[in-house]
Structure formats: structure tokens, C-alpha cells
């Protein structure tokens, strides 16, 4: 039995899935003696293919985002050619007889060992860059799950080091039991993914990647945290049991979808969906949704296998809209940096990237880039998907007040520049995403140049308490119902209110029966989480009186200490709704 962090609630039973970097299984096996020279064709053949992809990439580079763009696939084209590197390919494939992904594999296990060696920081540049190379040529070599995978063995428990935004867009839609990962907290990608699909998760478990191979039988208990490796048959049979509680209880949930969002005393809230692209869209809808309240467009970006042009980008506004509950959609402007990078907007290693180069700061140093972006959507809101939709458009990152009215004049330029060359378009509502506490503590000022906030509060959470939420170090720091995150949240909410500002909260806090509950007492009626969460919190915002709520967040505002916050607001949810106790996820 093992311990991590609970961060997806319910219970998983299944055959494990091992998640290497480059998508091979750990466990690599030797080649036959005829397979060698074809194993080794095959990895030449890969090299070509990856750098017919670099040039083309550096081409639209430069065309589309500037002449000074492109040169990291240059680099990378460099790197794949370099006789150093093949040298030590061909002595794994050939030499050693190993498969070309576990040859890959092992090559990037050395490269990550130099890297925590040197300090010369020429050197680790290079060898960030030889890493990104390796990883875009292992893609043209193994996928990372098939769906002959899990109609072979069944749903599976995916385990990693870490669920990277790159391997989120390659599980797709794919059959998943359950998640484990070394490292992450509440608000890592793996939790995010997690809650997203309704796939019970647990995340911080050291060294269990060296403790499972493909195929052991795993236990899942997302809502403590519990691993269990090998079970007995009691074990297994007793956990098998909850699993189906779990998912008896999820089906039961799922009827609410056609019910209104109403609290028990009657008053209406909205509950909204996080996406990352059209599948996601529709499964809104599937759940009741009443609309997106956050689209990921970064997503889009990550997936694609170059960059995605104006008419692409367009396109894929336009689906999303038509697929989105009601129409009702809010693009958020991409989020990259920190942990989420795509090479060509340069990805320079920062001593603390996630207070760095990332987000609106990012889209800044690209303004025609930018520029792009906003384009596509007004004329996605502009052509006939977007219709008597409702469509807005949300920036992240936000902390200045020169920043707001910097992307105002850049969103004027956009629809000046449409009107002239006679493109249909439509001007929408334009929103902060309150992440950043400097805006928290600001609100007032900048609630005058928007027209909506929406509460970022993963982010918020650990710029607030200045703890990274992905390290299991600090991830008691990291939590949503402490004091200070809730004393920020009541005042933003009452900035809002005072101002006749629409706000929502779209951060995991949004899907969490003690957090939604308090939400609600604090005044916010708009939420927006996973699509698979909207049943479980409509259910819950059914048996909730206004003035229970208020008066639970009252005195919870009253407490001290983040434990006392999260027992207190344990006891009385429970008292509320008993039965989704299987939905919850036990304290850090």
C-alpha cells in the first residue's frame, strides 16, 4: 500500500499502463537478430520525416508570427543531424538490440543526467533543446496509448511521473480507469485531467514508477489517496465493489442534467464547463451544462502538428461554439508558458517560469501572433455558428491596469483591420482572468475597463500562498479553503457585485462540494468546472438553502487555520448530502 495525494475522487481497479517521456514501456525488450537493420531503417527514416516537419515549421514561422522566428527548429534540425547523437542511437538499436523508442528512451535518460551535472548554461540550453528534439522524434516512432491497447486489456491505470500537457492531448478520449502520478498536486494537469473525465486519481507517490510495471493490478482510491500494488482477492473483490457504488452513484447523478440549477431555497445559479476542445464541448452538453465558461485554446495549439493558421484557428472557434451548450462559450487567449510551452514562441529556461514568461505576458512579445488569435475569434463570433451565441473573450494572467486597455486597443485594431477588408465579425464582451493577487487587491480599478471576471483559482491559490502547485512539498500550502484564499474570494466577489459585474469561478474549487458550497454563500452564482462534475454540484446546489450557505461561510471565515476551515466545511456538506461522500477527496 502506498500514500499520495487524493486528488480526483472515487475508486479504480485495473491493470497498470506505464507512461515514459517518449511513450515506451519501461520494460524494453531485445531485438531478434533480423530486426536490428529494419529497427535501425526505421529510426532513419524517422530522423527524415522530423526534419521535413522542422523545415516546414520553420518556414510558417517566419511567415506568420516574424524573420527573427523559427530558428529552435533550426536548432532541433541540427541536433537530429548531429553525428554525436545518431552515434549513440545506433549504439542502443544496433550495439544493443534495443527497439528504436527504448533506444530514444535511454539517450534521453543521458542527456537528463548531464543536465543535472553542469551549470554551464550554454550547455543546458543545448541540452533543453536536444530533449524537445528526441521528444518530437519519438512521436513519429511510438504512440502513447492505441486503442488496440485498451481493447486488448480493458481501462487502465495510467501511471507517471508526471501527466504533461502533451500527454494529455495524446490520451484523447481514450478508456482510462484511473490515474498515478509521482509528482503533482490538486491543481496539477494529471488532477485537472482527472476531475475533467470523472477518473479517480491520486498524484505525489514517490517512486512508484519503479515499483509498477505494465499489466500489475492497481487499486485506485482517489478520494484518500490510498494505492494499493498486487492486491489480494479480498481486496480487490471489496474495492471492485466500491467502484461500482462509485460509478452506480455517477449514472444516478447524470439524470439531473435536464434539471435547472436551483439552490433549495430557489435561487437560479449557473453551472458552466471547462474545455479543451469540441469532444470536450459536446460532453457538456451531454451533462447538463449551461454553457463553456472557459475554453482552453492553448490546447489547440499543443495538439497541433504545426501552427494552427487564422483559418484554422477560426475553424475550430466555430466548432466549439456550435457544439457548446446553448452557444454559449468563453475563449480564453493562450496560456502558455510555465509548464505549457510550444517552441516556437521560444521557450528560454526561467528560474521560476510560472511567475515568468507566460500567458499575457507571452502573447504581448507576439503581438501579431496575438493579433491573429483575437481575429479568429470575432470572426468565429461573427459568422453564422456564432449566431445568437453568446461568445465572450477572456484574457489570462491579468495584473495591470495598463495591460486591460493595452488589450483593448489590440481587440479595436483587430475588428478595424476585419471592417476594411470586408470579413464578417462581431465584437464581444472582453474579460480578466483573476489569477494574480496584485488584481485581487486592485479589483476595484480594473473592474471599470472589463466586462466580466472570471476566478482562476488554481493559479490564484498558489500565487497567493506563494507555493508551486505541482510540488508534493508544498502542497499542504497549496489548498483552496484556507483563510487567505477565502477572505481574497469575498472581497473579489463583493467587488463584483458592487460594480453589477458578471464573475464565475472556473478553477478546480468550482467541482468541490465543500468549496462550491461556501462559493455559493459568498454570493457567486456562476461556476464553470469539469463537464463530468456538472451532475454531482447540480445535485448538491439542490439541497442548499442560500442562508444555510451563508451562514456555513460566515463562520468558516471566523476560523483560523486551514484544517479547522476544511473539517468544519466537511461536517456540515456531509450533513447536507451524506451520499456523495464518494465524491469526496480527503485533506491534504
Not at 267 to 292: C, F, K, R, S, W
Not at 321 to 331: D, G, L
Request: with cysteine.
Amino acid at each position: 500500500m502506498r500514500k499520495g495525494i487524493g486528488v480526483s475522487p472515487g475508486v479504480a481497479v485495473g491493470q497498470a499502463y506505464c507512461v515514459d517521456e517518449v511513450f515506451v514501456h519501461p520494460e524494453h525488450t531485445h531485438l531478434a537478430e533480423d530486426e536490428v537493420l529494419p529497427e535501425w531503417r526505421r529510426f532513419e527514416q524517422a530522423i527524415e520525416q522530423t526534419v521535413g516537419e522542422l523545415r516546414a515549421l520553420q518556414k510558417k514561422m517566419r511567415s506568420q508570427v516574424g524573420p527573427d522566428r523559427g530558428g529552435v527548429f533550426q536548432t532541433h534540425e541540427s541536433i537530429l543531424r548531429d553525428p554525436a547523437f545518431i552515434s549513440r542511437v545506433r549504439d542502443q538499436i544496433v550495439g544493443r538490440s534495443r527497439p528504436a523508442p527504448a533506444a530514444l528512451d535511454a539517450v534521453l535518460k543521458e542527456y537528463a543526467a548531464l543536465t543535472e551535472k553542469t551549470k554551464d548554461a550554454f550547455l543546458r540550453q543545448r541540452l533543453a533543446d536536444a530533449h524537445d528534439a528526441v521528444i518530437r522524434l519519438s512521436g513519429h516512432l511510438s504512440p502513447l496509448l492505441t486503442t488496440g491497447d485498451v481493447a486488448r486489456h480493458g481501462p487502465m491505470v495510467v501511471v507517471a511521473q508526471e501527466l504533461l500537457p502533451w500527454h494529455i492531448v495524446a490520451l484523447g478520449s481514450l478508456e482510462i480507469a484511473g490515474i498515478v502520478t509521482q509528482t503533482g498536486g490538486e491543481t496539477s494537469h494529471a488532477a485537472i485531467l482527472a476531475r475533467r473525465r470523472g477518473i479517480p486519481a491520486v498524484t505525489g507517490v514517490r517512486g512508484i514508477r519503479k515499483q509498477v510495471t505494465n499489466g500489475d493490478m492497481l487499486i485506485v482510491d482517489g478520494r484518500n489517496g490510498t494505492i494499493i500494488v498486487h492486491p489480494d482477492s479480498e481486496q480487490e473483490a471489496a474495492y471492485r465493489k466500491l467502484q461500482r457504488e462509485f460509478v452506480d452513484l455517477r449514472g444516478r447523478l447524470a439524470e439531473n442534467r435536464d434539471r435547472p440549477t436551483r439552490t433549495a431555497d430557489g435561487i437560479d445559479l449557473e453551472l458552466m464547463a471547462n474545455i479543451n476542445g469540441v469532444e470536450d464541448a459536446q460532453a457538456a452538453t451531454a451533462m447538463g451544462a449551461a454553457g463553456v465558461g472557459l475554453y482552453r485554446t492553448e490546447y489547440l495549439f499543443l495538439a497541433h502538428p504545426s501552427v494552427p493558421s487564422e483559418e484554422e484557428q477560426c475553424e475550430n472557434y466555430r466548432q466549439v461554439i456550435a457544439a457548446s451548450p446553448n452557444k454559449r462559450v468563453t475563449i480564453r487567449t493562450l496560456d502558455l508558458g510555465g509548464d505549457k510551452t510550444i517552441p516556437f514562441l521560444g521557450h528560454d529556461r526561467e528560474a521560476n517560469p510560472f511567475m515568468g514568461w507566460r500567458s499575457i505576458r507571452l502573447s504581448f512579445e507576439h503581438p501579431e501572433f496575438f493579433l491573429e488569435q483575437i481575429r479568429a475569434v470575432l470572426r468565429a463570433a461573427g459568422s453564422s455558428e456564432g449566431a445568437g451565441a453568446d461568445v465572450k473573450l477572456l484574457f489570462p494572467m491579468i495584473t495591470t491596469l495598463e495591460e486591460i486597455r493595452k488589450i483593448r486597443a489590440m481587440v479595436r485594431k483587430g475588428a478595424n483591420q476585419l471592417k476594411a477588408e470586408k470579413k464578417a465579425y462581431r465584437t464581444v464582451p472582453l474579460g480578466l482572468m483573476l489569477e494574480v493577487p496584485a488584481a485581487a487587491f486592485t479589483i476595484d480599478s480594473l473592474l471599470r475597463e472589463v466586462d466580466f471576471v472570471s476566478i482562476g483559482s488554481n493559479d490564484l491559490v498558489q500565487y497567493l500562498m506563494a507555493a508551486d502547485r505541482d510540488n508534493p512539498k508544498v502542497s499542504h500550502l497549496c489548498r483552496p479553503l484556507s483563510p487567505p484564499v477565502l477572505r481574497v474570494l469575498a472581497r473579489v466577489i463583493e467587488a463584483c457585485r458592487r460594480a453589477r459585474k458578471p464573475i464565475s469561478l472556473c478553477g478546480e474549487m468550482a467541482g468541490e462540494p465543500r468549496a462550491f458550497t461556501a462559493l455559493v454563500g459568498l454570493g457567486l452564482r456562476s461556476f464553470s468546472m469539469s463537464p463530468a462534475l456538472v451532475p454531482t454540484m447540480k445535485d448538491l446546489a439542490a439541497r442548499v438553502q442560500y442562508a444555510e450557505a451563508k451562514e456555513i461561510v460566515r463562520a468558516a471565515l471566523e476560523l483560523k487555520t486551514t484544517d479547522r476551515v476544511q473539517r468544519y466545511l466537511t461536517e456540515r456538506v456531509r450533513r447536507l448530502a451524506p451520499d456523495l461522500k464518494l465524491f469526496e477527496v480527503a485533506d491534504a
